[in-house]
């Protein structure tokens, strides 16, 4: 195929943006990128798709998300982190069925991909949503996820025994690192390879020590990658501190074996400089996720001084009740300019930094850039084609803003995954979205009433 007449911000090692450019595939492969009249010349019998107006640019990698919690969107708004988990998000997450967990993951995965988004992180998918749903959610849909299956053994955040978990949230060592071995064995690399299966570790104070040791010496064995929460609040930090001799976020996950290329630690709000040059030295990835850390006031995570210690930061949603969106182009506006607010320096992580957070750094830390996250010869052909034409767009002068600073998921006409057309004029092609909203609503709704919030969730104004 084709895709001509539009501009193409590439994100390869030159950064070249081109006009009046096209993009061939072949199969799963990018073959051939130039300008418009030469790769029409050179192909003429290719099937060809106009993308006059649009700008081209590699799909999107969120590298934290959340796919059962998009049944719970709007469930858990303007409370406080203790509140938020210990009295909505956890009792709902406690009541879920399997069947709750696909219907979740097929709402997600529709969401993800009309904006724009070809790759995820899962960050820790529980054993009662049913594993295997949310493979075959992300094997139906086209989609190419990277899915963490819990691993704990303490139902409890950090040290407090106040924020218990639900008893329904609650796993053993058996249940969620085997569980998360057999799902490896089962589902790693199915669905054309677009499946990976991860660790996706709970926060300290969630995982025994031992636990933790355990996980990552299987995750050097077998080249599992983890994933975790990590000094997303102060009684993170709290915690690491009541731990042996005191440690702080780095150390202590450095003494269990969790700082590695191939972990992706998520957050990261409450670091010292010390826990920085620590980070940066490993080679550990950071996902960060501004408008959840905003949201639920955990603070702001230091990126300007991360970028200067040369860690490499990408981009996650966080879940639906703590984001109230998947929309990772959302996600980059607002990573470009709170960083600005904080510091009061405009020029703080620029719109190509966001851009590069989004894509090309998102393959990095899952591991994926020698496949996507650019758009190279010789890559997977993962792209999304934004349409540039409506007046909320124009006039535009610079690609990497109108993309980074104004566009929305709504603007999104095309997606392409694995050389697949998935999205195709802003309409979903596998999956029935209609179906996918009905039975999300359906379930939604059982899921609260299943866990006793009926009355809790909903409008705080009078609603007649």
């Given at each position: 195929m084709l895709f001509t007449n539009t501009t193409i911000i590439t994100l390869d090692p030159t950064r070249r943006i081109l006009t009046n450019a096209a993009l061939r595939t072949s199969a799963t492969l990018i073959t051939d990128i130039d300008k418009t009249p030469i790769l029409l010349t050179k192909y003429p019998h290719d099937e060809?798709?106009?993308?006059?107006?649009?700008?081209?640019?590699?799909?999107?990698?969120?590298?934290?998300?959340?796919?059962?919690?998009?049944?719970?969107?709007?469930?858990?708004?303007?409370?406080?982190?203790?509140?938020?988990?210990?009295?909505?998000?956890?009792?709902?997450?406690?009541?879920?069925?399997?069947?709750?967990?696909?219907?979740?993951?097929?709402?997600?995965?529709?969401?993800?991909?009309?904006?724009?988004?070809?790759?995820f992180l899962e960050s820790m998918f529980a054993d009662r949503y049913g594993f295997d749903g949310l493979c075959h959610a992300v094997e139906e849909s086209g989609?190419?996820?990277?899915?963490?299956?819990?691993?704990?053994?303490?139902?409890?955040?950090?040290?407090?025994?106040?924020?218990?978990?639900?008893?329904?949230?609650?796993?053993?060592?058996?249940?969620?690192?085997?569980?998360?071995?057999?799902?490896?064995?089962?589902?790693?690399?199915?669905?054309?390879?677009?499946?990976?299966?991860?660790?996706?570790?709970?926060?300290?104070?969630?995982?025994?020590?031992?636990?933790?040791?355990?996980?990552?010496?299987?995750?050097?064995?077998?080249?599992?990658?983890?994933t975790m929460h990590c000094a997303e609040v102060a009684a993170d930090r709290d915690f690491f501190a009541s731990v042996g001799e005191g440690h702080t976020p780095m150390s202590y996950c450095d003494s269990v074996g969790l700082l590695s290329p191939s972990t992706v630690?998520?957050?990261?709000?409450?670091?010292?400089?010390?826990?920085?040059?620590?980070?940066?030295?490993?080679?550990?990835?950071?996902?960060?996720?501004?408008?959840?850390?905003?949201?639920?006031?955990?603070?702001?995570?230091?990126?300007?001084?991360?970028?200067?210690?040369?860690?490499?930061?990408?981009?996650?949603?966080?879940?639906?009740?703590?984001?109230?969106?998947?929309?990772m182009l959302q996600e980059m506006k607002l990573a470009g300019i709170i960083h600005k607010g904080v510091s009061g320096d405009p020029t703080v992580v620029t719109a190509e930094e966001v851009l590069e957070m989004a894509t090309i750094n998102g393959a990095k830390a899952l591991g994926l850039d020698r496949w996507i996250g650019s758009l190279e010869v010789g890559k997977k052909a993962d792209f999304v084609a934004i349409d540039a034409r409506g007046v909320a767009m124009q006039p535009w002068f610079n690609p990497v803003s109108a993309v980074v600073y104004t566009a929305t998921g709504r603007d999104v006409g095309l997606v392409v995954v694995d050389g697949k057309v998935v999205v195709k004029d802003g309409v979903l092609l596998t999956m029935d979205e209609g179906e996918v909203i009905r039975e999300a609503q359906r379930r939604s709704r059982e899921v609260v009433e299943r866990a006793g919030l009926a009355g809790k969730v909903g409008a705080r104004w009078p609603v007649v």
């Open positions: 060809v798709h106009d993308l006059s107006g649009h700008i081209l640019i590699p799909g999107l990698i969120s590298t934290h998300m959340h796919t059962a919690q998009t049944l719970l969107r709007g469930c858990a708004d303007d409370l406080e982190l203790v509140s938020w988990l210990c009295e909505r998000i956890w009792v709902l997450q406690g009541n879920f069925t399997p069947e709750d967990g696909y219907a979740a993951a097929r709402l997600s995965v529709v969401e993800m991909l009309k904006g724009g988004t070809t790759c989609i190419r996820g990277c899915l963490g299956k819990i691993v704990m053994d303490t139902g409890r955040y950090a040290q407090d025994d106040a924020w218990a978990m639900h008893p329904g949230l609650i796993e053993d060592r058996e249940t969620s690192l085997g569980g998360a071995m057999q799902m490896w064995e089962k589902w790693n690399g199915k669905a054309e390879d677009r499946i990976r299966v991860w660790f996706g570790a709970r926060t300290p104070g969630g995982v025994s020590s031992e636990l933790y040791q355990e996980m990552t010496a299987l995750s050097k064995k077998h080249n599992i990658p983890i630690l998520v957050h990261m709000v409450h670091l010292d400089d010390g826990d920085i040059a620590r980070l940066a030295a490993s080679g550990t990835h950071v996902a960060h996720c501004p408008t959840s850390n905003a949201k639920l006031a955990s603070g702001t995570c230091r990126v300007p001084d991360l970028q200067r210690a040369g860690v490499n930061i990408s981009l996650g949603t966080d879940g639906a009740p703590c984001n109230n969106s998947c929309d």
